[in-house]
């Protein structure tokens, strides 16, 4: 089946610094990547929709300015926390839609763990 | 809908029984819903799914129900295993083909 990569799986940062996490469609090409964000005992909340070429679409309430999205290729978009804080510590979790198919059909990757001290 | 800062209700089960996990959905223009099921430290797998157009679809031991009047969804797990003990999460296609999840249920199965 198709398989979604997400790179670093665990990452611990300082305060302040910022991290980038990559996720990438391996077998497959996906026009549209969704991010997600998940904190202990909690549901998945979606973050942003990113589509390759052009701007991510972000939900309500996040800051476009502090997650900055990019999905330059059909295969890999990134996650940046920009001047990450503590209460960014959270589990980050992608998923890809193979070009062509339907939200139903969407795959997703590992997560990435970030833990900002 | 979206659920904010709720943490996950649990449901223990002895080993061998059914499990049957319930959810409510929001958007009564959803007509498609899909279950995960996710273990700790991982990303969701996909189990069942189910379109608008139906009230129920089986699967390998399991089923799912919907209904439609109430916005309500369950997933039946048959006969049990240790290896069901995970999150479940309930998931609706919205607006903009965007997945939206579900509050979630911890499974426990006892042995």
């Known amino acids: 089946g198709a398989v979604v990569s997400q790179h670093p799986s665990w990452v611990i940062c300082k305060s302040g610094t910022s991290v980038k996490i990559e996720c990438r469609s391996l077998?497959?090409?996906?026009?549209?990547m969704f991010w997600y964000r998940q904190f202990p005992k909690q549901s998945l909340m979606l973050m942003a929709t990113?589509?390759?070429?052009?701007?991510?679409?972000?939900e309500q309430g996040v800051e476009k300015d502090k997650f900055l999205i990019n999905h330059a290729s059909l295969t890999l978009s990134t996650l940046t926390v920009t001047s990450a804080h503590p209460e960014d510590s959270s589990f980050y979790i992608c998923?890809?839609?193979?070009?062509?198919?339907?939200?139903?059909?969407?795959?997703f990757g590992e997560g990435s763990r970030l833990t900002v001290l | 809908g979206e659920s904010v800062g709720l943490h996950l209700p649990t449901l223990s089960v002895q080993e061998g029984d059914n499990s049957i996990i319930n959810c409510a959905y929001s958007?009564?223009?959803?007509?498609?819903f899909i279950w995960y099921k996710q273990e700790s430290g991982k990303g969701p797998q996909f189990i069942i799914d189910?379109?608008?157009?139906?009230d129920k679809r089986q699967g390998q031991r399991v089923t799912v129900l919907l209904n439609k009047t109430v916005k309500h969804l369950s997933l039946q797990i048959a006969a049990t295993q240790p290896g069901d003990s995970a999150v479940y999460f309930c998931?609706?296609?919205?607006?903009?083909?965007?997945?939206?999840f579900g509050a979630g249920t911890i499974l426990r199965v006892k042995s």
């Open positions: 077998d497959f090409q996906a026009t549209t």
């Open positions: 189910i379109r608008s157009n139906m």
């Open positions: 998931s609706e296609i919205q607006y903009g083909n965007k997945l939206v």
């Open positions: 990113s589509n390759e070429g052009s701007k991510a679409t972000y």
């Open positions: 958007n009564s223009a959803s007509d498609y």
């Open positions: 998923s890809a839609i193979p070009a062509g198919r339907d939200t139903g059909e969407l795959f």
